[in-house]
């Protein structure tokens, strides 16, 4: 396993990593294994802020030479803020998926739902598995 | 690449090696009652001789009417030399080049075909092409739903004035995708739309608005006010034109403050001929912050490792085959043999020919509405401005008409009255570059014998000798 997977992040099978702050706010974007099987990212599309979302809802997708897959939202929330940076340089996912090429934030509505998410060893585990 | 069938000893082996007894077998979980009986009204196969001769009589029955109906496919003159350069073997075929190194020469037309098409729509970004302007109109509003991120309603404006085909066809593909189509007036003295009652749908929320160009009746709408207000009002403005009068009229990405967004219509006038209504081609294009949205081939001009020029099949990634059932349309092909001829009739024209030949329809219908309404018991419907086509209103009954000018060798023009009875006895008519001074006067003398016959007052048959 050669993708990086920080201990302090929260996981989801479909490869996106959850941050949450104190106030209750979750970043999230996709893990450098997700974007190291797209390839070369060419196209992000974002929600929209004030969207709610549910949880695993379909809500932005990464668009990269060979394929478009959907982002799902991990947990339940309000849209408060999108990554605008990724409309113009959708390659920062590619080159730095956990901190600039975050893709959207989420003000939690049911905090408990991030305690359901994989933690970092059962993710990289996971991951490595999904690859054999 | 040959394209060879299999033959019955291939078929035969692959049966045998996944250890089934014949083909109907691997049909087995279709249900009985859903799957498709033997067809019975083919008929046997012919010879090519009787087949030669069968078309050779069918054609002695259409006969060589003068034509002077439009109504959505018009009769042009197209170059001998485009569909000789069409047909040969380097073009001729329906598909679209999956293998880009193997199809550099058809995928650079279809580019040439995509770079004309953003000119004469004035618009950033054209695909390689649809089946035909009315699907791409439901293609155009399925798009714009899937880009107007601002509306949350699925409601589009649609014009009375469009094409009732084009309207049949939108209904019939997003009817049952939960989008409504709400229908906006035409003014009964202009055949504009009424934009009174588009102003009166102000702050309503709608995903786009259709705006014909020219519209049904071959009257010119407010383009630039409906585009304003579409915008002024978080709605995506949908341009439906005839791309010859885009030679002479202003296009699409020019349209109000900030142009039209999605620009589709039907490309049938650009080299393809009348044909019992086709094969045509759609065209579709759009600005480039919604192309990722748009149906479609898209090709593109890249350069390969050496840095030579090269041409690609490109945005791929949102298309069926990858994306599967959230792929942004089901279209994944276009009508790349139309489309050759369209390509190579614009280049042929050239833009100043394409107005020219416009101009000139505009002029021949012009002298013909003028010719036509001189003869008794027939007007002007409305006084809008038209592009080449115009209505009539008749004080005689219409079908009856058309059908009296038929039986002398003449097709006078769409009967009006199954699409719009508000209009009562009504005719569109046409007159392309082709009709000539003579052939319209011929119109013009047989109508008004015709007309004569049916309006004038009986002659009083009264005895002579008491």
């Known amino acids: ?132 | 690449m040959p394209f060879i069938p299999h033959t019955e000893e291939d078929v035969r082996r692959m049966l045998d090696v996944i250890g089934v007894e014949q083909i109907d077998d691997l049909f087995d979980e279709i249900p009985a009652d859903l799957r498709a009986k033997t067809l019975e009204h083919v008929p046997e196969g012919m010879s090519e001789m009787e087949v030669t001769a069968l078309m050779h009589a069918r054609a002695r029955e259409d006969g060589q009417p003068l034509c002077f109906i439009g109504a959505g496919a018009y009769d042009h003159h197209i170059p001998a030399a485009v569909w000789q350069i069409t047909t040969r073997g380097e073009f001729y075929s329906a598909y679209t080049p999956y293998q880009a190194e193997a199809s550099q020469g058809t995928l650079q037309l279809l580019y040439e075909y995509q770079s004309m098409m953003t000119a004469l729509m004035a618009m950033d970004v054209s695909n390689a092409s649809l089946y035909d302007g009315a699907s791409g109109l439901a293609e155009a509003v399925l798009m714009a739903v899937r880009a107007n991120r601002k509306s949350k309603s699925r409601r589009i404006l649609v014009p009375r004035a469009l094409h009732p085909a084009y309207r049949k066809t939108v209904r019939a593909i997003v009817g049952n995708q939960k989008i409504e189509l709400v229908e906006l007036p035409f003014d009964p003295a202009t055949g504009k739309t009424d934009m009174a009652a588009l102003t009166g749908y102000a702050g309503e929320d709608f995903a786009a608005l259709v705006i014909p160009q020219p519209n049904f009746f071959g009257v010119l709408e407010d383009v630039d006010a409906m585009t304003d207000f579409a915008h002024a009002n978080g709605i995506l403005a949908i341009a439906v034109v005839n791309p010859l009068a885009m030679a002479v009229l202003r296009p699409p990405g020019e349209w109000g403050e900030t142009g039209a967004d999605i620009a589709c219509g039907e490309g049938q006038p650009l080299g393809a001929p009348l044909s019992s209504g086709g094969p045509y081609f759609g065209f579709m294009c759009t600005k480039q912050a919604f192309v990722r949205q748009m149906p479609g081939r898209i090709i593109g001009k890249t350069v390969d490792l050496e840095g030579k020029v090269g041409f690609t099949l490109t945005l791929q990634a949102r298309e069926q085959h990858i994306r599967r059932s959230k792929a942004t349309s089901n279209i994944c092909t276009n009508q790349g043999l139309l489309v050759t001829a369209a390509t190579i009739h614009m280049a042929l024209l050239g833009g100043e020919g394409l107005s020219r030949v416009a101009a000139s329809c505009h002029a021949n219908t012009a002298g013909l509405m003028e010719k036509l309404c001189a003869i008794d018991g027939i007007e002007r419907a409305f006084s809008g401005p038209v592009f080449h086509e115009g209505v009539l209103r008749l004080t005689a009954p219409a079908g009856d008409i058309l059908r009296s000018l038929a039986a002398h060798n003449v097709l006078g023009g769409y009967d009006l009255a199954e699409d719009y009875p508000e209009l009562g006895e009504a005719v569109l008519v046409c007159a392309t570059e082709l009709r000539t001074e003579a052939e319209m006067e011929e119109y013009a003398t047989k109508l008004a014998r015709i007309m004569a016959t049916r309006t004038q007052a009986k002659c009083p048959v009264e005895p002579k000798f008491n």
């Open chain 1, 1 to 132: 396993m050669s993708n990086d997977v920080p201990n302090e992040l929260s996981y989801t099978k479909s490869h996106e990593w959850v941050r949450v702050d104190e106030e209750g706010i979750a970043t999230i974007g996709i893990t450098d294994h997700a974007q190291e099987m797209l390839g070369d990212l060419v196209f992000v599309e974002l929600p929209e802020v004030g969207t709610e979302l549910g949880i695993g809802a379909e809500c932005a997708v990464v668009e990269s030479v060979k394929a478009a897959s959907d982002v799902y939202s991990p947990v339940s929330g309000e849209v408060v803020e999108v990554n605008e940076l990724l409309a113009d340089a959708p390659e920062t996912i590619n080159q730095d998926a956990y901190e600039e090429g975050w893709i959207f934030r989420v003000r939690l509505s049911v905090p408990s739902e991030v305690d359901e998410l994989m933690d970092a060893d059962s993710y990289a585990e996971y991951a490595e598995s999904e690859e054999h």
